[in-house]
């Protein structure tokens, strides 16, 4: 009797599919219990065989089209879960991009559900032109908000994602190094190392924002930004 791990390694040329039927029929990926899995996929898996690669292709589009359903889901939860299979699995071209880019910068979604749209973001990779702008500029309209940090954080992670630009990597090493919460302070130490790393010329530019971190009333900060002013 073939066991699960066996059945979903079959199924991964039309992976998409099998995870829309999960999603459909259980709600989400999180709440499908090990036999829901192995029903879903042994159905599929018979289905499946004389189909053409232009329907597993479709997959992607038609799970992203569900997913998009779902980031309205009462559940956070849920919410959460949809924009980070958004991010795995969406299609740079498809229209959740232009959803998710709507609720990152709209105030009228929750910090968690604006922060998980932005990672998802940057894990698409698409419209980067108009995403990083976008990205700054919620970076700075929060910045003196203590409750997005969370934002903040993962608005930041997507931009390194998105662009290799030094100037915009600067700018957002800078707005971290002067947050008010640890997690972006140590984004902020990590991204200026590496743009040190990049372009040694700007090492003493980021000296007056590090050497306030080596004081921090948090160890990690605190080792952190002395290793850094170390190596400056």
């Not at 032109?129 to 309209?141: D, I, Q, R, T």
């Not at 372009?199 to 980021?206: E, G, K, M, N, V």
Request: glycine letters at 4%; a negative charge; hydrophobic letters at 45%.
């Amino acid at each position: 009797m073939r066991n699960l791990h066996d059945l979903e390694s079959q199924l991964f040329w039309c992976r998409e599919w099998y995870w829309l039927r999960l999603w459909q029929e259980c709600g989400s990926l999180e709440a499908a219990t090990s036999f829901d899995r192995f029903q879903i996929a042994q159905e599929l898996l018979a289905d499946s065989a004389d189909r053409t690669r232009e329907w597993a292709m479709a997959g992607r589009g038609k799970l992203a089209d569900h997913l998009v359903e779902m980031l309205n889901h009462a559940s956070p939860f849920v919410r959460q879960e949809a924009a980070i299979e958004l991010g795995s699995c969406c299609p740079k071209d498809h229209d959740s991009v232009n959803v998710l880019i709507e609720r990152t910068s709209s105030s009228e979604h929750s910090i968690h559900d604006r922060a998980c749209a932005a990672s998802a973001l940057g894990e698409i990779g698409a419209k980067a032109y108009e995403v990083v702008p976008m990205l700054l500029a919620v970076m700075e309209a929060t910045k003196d908000q203590a409750e997005a940090n969370e934002l903040r954080y993962y608005a930041a992670y997507a931009i390194e994602n998105l662009t290799g630009e030094i100037d915009v990597l600067v700018t957002v090493a800078r707005l971290c190094l002067a947050d008010c919460h640890w997690t972006c302070k140590m984004l902020g130490l990590a991204l200026a190392e590496r743009i040190i790393k990049r372009q040694p010329d700007l090492r003493s530019s980021f000296v007056p924002l590090i050497r306030p971190l080596s004081d921090d009333v948090i160890e990690e900060i605190r080792t952190a930004a002395r290793q850094l002013l170390d190596c400056s």
